[in-house]
């Protein structure tokens, strides 16, 4: 069945546009002293939620220990192919034979999709919130078993961003952790 | 003229040309600054305190940069437009009543460069030839896009300035004179004796003719960036492009002082008499008209970033189908009142 759609008929106090334009004057007004929006990245840095995957990092026990048991089950579930892994016999007597000599991630190939810490059977590699780790040189972008291990240190208690010097660290990170 | 009286002027235009250029400057920052405001930004606030020196980086900025002369360019026109559109924008500001008298050195010192008889259309006519520069700038960089934005200017003015010439004349009709001192002084005493009061018809047209005169949005067709890349100026650089941002800023200034001197009672602080209160009353007066300028240098700011710019037809539909024979009829009922009135 036809419906007829009655067009919008405007009345004169439409058709002068005053109202309308006090109208949308009302609304930049209110958006102008709105709260702003804009971080201001280098000083202050947005702190991502749970569950962001960033930087990786190796897991340790309590006593120090290395998670990792050198399976390699990330390797292989890394699309991207970027974990290296050489492993040798573990230094701890605890029951566990593997541990990794060399652990070597090239964060150029990461995609950063977080499959090996969902195919890590020990917890140990874990990704993070940390997303400003860029630098100068291919060489400082391949993050190696103590770089993995600093970044747990870095992160473990407390989220990156949020922690009381935050600012200055993160230069840190860059420079001397790879 | 005596010796004394020469140095006041020269004061007075010295402290109103640099004040003109200092409200030019916080302009420039503000647009930016409050532009960012309403979209949720912050602007710019790294140049000094809250980022107020970003016009002076702004500045050398300009200065510095590699002044492009085009080719096929017609050079003396190309290099007279920025100045003939930047020295009348600078010259209007002359006859504006910016304060009540002050008593200096024992004498009483009208706080304006020059009360002429014929102020108001002082101003009209060098709007006017303010346009010439668009309209230049536009024939002589040889390029399609400057011409037809200086086309599209000159055709926006004579569509807008009869508006905004009717509308004053509804205003001089009330005050009886042409000089803006007149017509200040008519609109003193309680709030509601501002012409904004008894004029509001005419104050809407010459707030919207105001807008097109300067060409600020949302009747900035002349400039246009999405058809004309900028309009009359899309072949400047460096410092000739500032030239024409400063004269686009200073015109701002001027409607801005022009709207408050002719319907927000001038330097008027409502419900006070300025004159007999001596220098205290001066600087009230002065402080009153800074702040009325400011609110209106805001709306021009806020009104480009509310609103969309007009289609060309929609502009000239406005202006000759609208705004005309609204201010011709607001004065004819204006006339027939004061008629009306003096035949009692």
Redesign the interface.
Known sequence: MATIVKSYEPTFWDRLYLPALAKGLAVTLKHFFRKKITIQYPDEKYVPPDGYRGLHRLNKYPDGKIRCVACEMCSAACPADCIHIIPGPSPWEDGKERFPVRFDIDLLRCIFCGFCEMACPEEAIELTEIYDFSNYTRDDLLIDKEGLLGVYELTKDTNYYSRPNAGQDSEALTSDKF | MDFLGFVIICVKVLVVFSATMLTVLMMVYAERR?SA??????GPNRVGPQGLLQPIADGIKFLMKEDIIPAEVNKPIYLLAPAMLLIPALMTFAVIPFGSTITLFGREVPLQVADLNVGILYILALTSIGVYGLVLAGWASNSKYSLIGGLRSSAQLISYELAMGLSVVSVILLAGSLKLNVIVEDQQGYLLSWNVFKQPVAF?IFLVAVYAETNRLPFDLTEAEQELVGGYHTEYSSMKFAMFFTAEYANMVTAAALTVTLFFGGWDVPLLNETSMGALGAILSVLSFILKTAFFLFLFI??R???PRFRYDQLMKLGWKVMLPLALINIFVTGGYLTLTSLR
């Open positions: 409050v405001f309403m979209q949720g930004r912050l809407l806020w009104v970033w509310t609103f």
